[in-house]
């Protein structure tokens, strides 16, 4: 389920990005390796930790922004995959930079409230579990609220729904987009703080991440927040049960079967967009 | 207000406006007639900014805003009610309406909303839906109304009456008579030539991206021409 809460986030990453500008960003899981890789810097550099996180979440969230406005935005126009390209392209620059500005070495970040596992009915449960749950359900509600309650974040769901007509309502759509950005990177981060206590991280991390996201998108429906946060949960479950029941070394192939899966079957996903024109 | 000079755009390698110039002077009605691919929603988008132009100047108000963004245009009062509505139809009608007036910096964006709800009231009916539910000619009002809260000076319409029951585009009509009596000026595209030239106060006929005739409403009802063309007389 922790690892779940995790996929969750990356999805909705991923999500956001695709929803407000129609890109894949296979760059998604970087932000979640430099959410842990920063974070870890910051605070073996003597940083409280709560400030190392956040300058990590700051960090990530500045490259989205630099990704958007020097890769995705002047190449506008390209076609899906040309983007597709990119943002891996980018991704694996962020990683290169990664590894050699930090380094390459595996790292972990201390429990936030201690590593005393608790029980609950039978079953361990490991502090950092919870916090991790109740980070993601946060986040969730932050961006619920934005979304629901700020004009920004309606303009970020017209410009999702329709960008030219957002921009002849007047809403300043390249603006919207770079929050988008912002948002997707800066919650990846989070992801990345929380889970690195549990799952350590290392400069290579985010690649597996991202696809995984990816897989997660397309399982709840590519471009739909809930679907996104379910197919999140649901691969992680899956992932658990492959592990516990079969062999944790086909753990990694479950996401992949999924995406086959789903798209053969039901492309839409779980919660896929049901096209419904009035004329 | 609206001066275009010359204007040419293209959509790739092919060219569809070869030089267009049009004026809309304050308060006036100007309609544009054309068929199908004439160019005429092509020439309202690249006043909205939303068509790269390669050629020619537009101007506003005595600026020229050709590397304006759309949004800074809207901001500056061009507001346009696109071809096929194109409202957010995830979002409720109250939404659209207030995302409408987006650009505005003033406090009266409530009593706009307001008075939207009683120029329109089947949008104040339904309110808290969300606009896809709406019939065809709600959303038409829905997208005129949101137009509407940008307070602009210059109003584009875009194929208003199109898909639309012949009493819901009496309405369309009736309204657009409205705004104008209001002193909004107003440049209206429409198939329907018969029903906006009688609202205009002058036209220009648009063919394969060249303005061909231009005069009076009345002189274009009566022209032959435009008569045997347009209005399937």
Redesign the interface.
């Known amino acids: 389920m922790t690892v779940g809460a995790i996929y969750a986030l990356v999805a909705l990453g991923f999500t956001l990005i695709y929803n407000s500008s129609d890109v894949a960003n296979f760059a998604q899981g970087e932000f979640v390796m430099l959410g842990g890789m920063v974070t870890f810097f910051g605070y073996a550099a003597g940083l409280p930790l709560f400030v190392a996180a956040v300058l990590a979440i700051v960090v990530a969230a500045v490259v989205g922004l630099l990704l958007y406005r020097l890769a995705i935005e002047p190449a506008r126009r390209a076609s899906p995959v040309t983007l597709i390209i990119i943002t891996i392209g980018a991704s694996i620059f962020i990683r290169g930079v990664t590894a050699i500005v930090l380094d390459k070495n595996f790292h972990s970040l201390p429990s936030f409230f201690g590593n005393e596992p608790f029980v609950i009915g039978g079953a361990t449960l490991l502090p950092q579990s919870l916090v991790v749950m109740f980070g993601v359900s946060l986040v969730l509600i932050a961006l619920w609220l934005f979304m629901s309650r700020t004009?920004r974040g309606?303009?970020l769901?017209?410009t999702a729904?329709?960008r030219?007509?957002?921009?002849?309502?007047?809403?300043?759509?390249?603006a919207v987009t770079s929050t988008a950005f912002v948002i997707s990177a800066a919650i990846g981060a989070i992801g990345g703080v929380l889970a690195t206590p549990i799952t350590l991280t290392y400069y290579d991390a985010g690649t597996l991440l991202a696809l995984k996201g990816f897989a997660a998108a397309v399982l709840g429906g590519m471009g739909n927040p809930l679907g996104a946060v379910v197919g999140g949960l649901v691969l992680g479950l899956l992932e658990q049960f492959s592990a516990g029941y079969l062999s944790s070394q086909y753990k990694d192939a479950v996401a992949f079967i999924v995406i086959l899966l789903v798209l053969f079957t039901m492309p839409q996903g779980l919660f896929g967009a049901k096209s419904?024109e009035?004329? | 207000m609206l001066a275009v000079s010359n204007l040419t755009s293209r959509y790739g390698r092919i060219e569809v406006l070869h030089g267009i110039s049009l004026e809309v002077r304050t308060g006036e009605v100007v309609t544009l007639v054309g068929s199908n691919g004439a160019g005429k929603s092509t020439l309202l988008r690249a006043i909205s900014g939303v068509q790269p132009v390669s050629s020619g100047s537009i101007m506003f108000d005595e600026q020229a805003i050709g590397k304006w963004r759309p949004h800074v245009r809207v901001a500056k009062g061009i507001a346009q009610v696109p071809e096929g509505r194109q409202i957010f139809t995830p979002l409720t009608v109250d939404e659209n309406l207030r995302l409408g007036g987006i650009t505005r910096r003033d406090d009266g964006v409530s009593a706009d909303l307001a008075e939207m709800y009683a120029m329109f009231p089947a949008l104040g009916e339904f309110r808290n839906k969300t606009a896809g539910t709406l019939s065809g000619g709600q959303q038409q009002m829905l997208a005129i109304g949101r137009a509407l809260m940008a307070r602009p000076k210059l109003l584009l319409l875009d194929e208003p009456s199109m898909g639309l029951a012949p009493v819901l585009v009496e309405q369309i009509f009736t309204t657009i008579g409205m705004l104008k009596a209001r002193g909004l000026t107003i440049l209206l595209v429409e198939q329907n030539a018969n029903a906006a030239l009688a609202i205009a106060d002058r036209g220009y006929v648009i063919e394969t991206g060249r303005i061909v005739t231009t005069g009076t409403g009345k002189e274009l009802l009566s022209d032959e021409r435009v008569r045997n063309a347009y209005l399937g007389l």
């Open positions: 004009l309606k303009s769901l017209a729904a329709n030219t007509a957002a921009q002849l309502t007047g809403i300043n759509t390249r419904v009035r004329v």
